[in-house]
Nanobody
């Protein structure tokens, strides 16, 4: 079973930046596609970004339209860690952010199902 542990959430003013981390079990990225998702109060969990990591030059990334140009997903395989760099944060980015892993590659920003989930980390953006 893949273990995923998120960190890096917190309170930030609008326009600020945060970097979320997701530490995974060893060799996870070789076998699983990875993604970031978020759930705001009284809303369903939604796709934020995903990466189909190959360790070569063929990595593919996907982003929700709402975060394109502001968020960047990346993987440091040596550290077993996936990141979500978030810049120019907006109030509507406030949510619990989850990392997820699944055997199947991500093919669109409409996919939000995963085989494994982390416990989540809270991001709160204030005006």
């Amino acid at each position: 079973q893949v273990q995923l542990v998120e960190s890096g959430g917190g309170l930030v003013q609008a326009g600020g930046s945060l970097r979320l981390s997701c530490v995974a079990s060893a060799r996870t990225f070789s076998n699983y596609a990875m993604g970031w998702f978020r759930q705001a109060p009284e809303k369903v969990r939604e796709f934020v970004a995903a990466i189909n990591w190959t360790g070569l030059s063929g990595d593919t990334t996907l982003y929700a339209d709402s975060v394109k140009g502001r968020f960047t997903i990346s993987i440091d395989n040596a550290k077993n860690t996936m990141y979500l760099q978030m810049a120019n944060l907006k109030f509507e980015d406030t949510a619990v952010y989850y990392c997820g892993a699944r055997r199947r590659r991500f093919r669109s920003a409409l996919e939000s199902d995963c085989d494994c989930w982390g416990q989540g980390t809270q991001v709160t953006v204030s005006y």
